[in-house]
C-alpha cells in the first residue's frame, strides 16, 4: 500500500467516526437519519451494456426525503475536482437511484480536509464539509 492510498484509507476512517459532526455541518443534526455505505459489483444491464462496479464512501438517508451521498477525498490542499472524477461522481449517483429506485432528492456531499477548490467542476457539489467540521464540538 502506497502512502497515498494509505492517507485516504486514514481519512476516511475519521469521517467514519465524526458522522455526527458532518450531521452538524450539513444542518442536519436534528433530523433522523440512516447512516450507511453501498457498493455494488459489475454487471451487464437488460440492453447488454456493461457497468463497472463502484461504491459511496457513506449514505445519510434522511428523514426529510434527502439524501445525502458522501465522496470522501483526502487531499494536502483543497481537493481539486476533474473531469473524470466528475464523471464518477455522476456515475455513482446514477447506479444508486438505479439500483434503489429512490424518489428522494439527492445532494452530492464532498468531505475533504481542506475544502473544495473553485472550478469549472465545483459546482456539480451541493454540500462540502472540511476536517475543520470534524473537530468542532
Known sequence: MDISTWQGY?????CLHHIQQIKRKLGINGILSNVCTYSWPAFTDRNGKNHRGGQIDLILDRG????NLC????????YELDADECAKMQ??????????DTT?????T????????RNKYWGRVQK???ADDLFKE
Not at 456515475?91 to 434503489?100: D, G, I, P
Not at 428522494?104 to 452530492?108: P, V
Not at 464532498?110 to 477548490?117: A, D, Y
Open 104 to 108: 428522494k432528492g439527492i445532494q452530492m
Open 110 to 117: 464532498m468531505v475533504t480536509p481542506c475544502g473544495l477548490k
Open 10 to 14: 486514514a481519512f476516511e476512517q475519521v
Open 71 to 78: 465522496e470522501m477525498k483526502y487531499a494536502d490542499g483543497e
Open 128 to 130: 462540502v464539509v472540511t
Open 91 to 100: 456515475n455513482r449517483r446514477e447506479m444508486f437511484v438505479r439500483r434503489t
Open 64 to 67: 426529510d426525503k434527502t439524501i
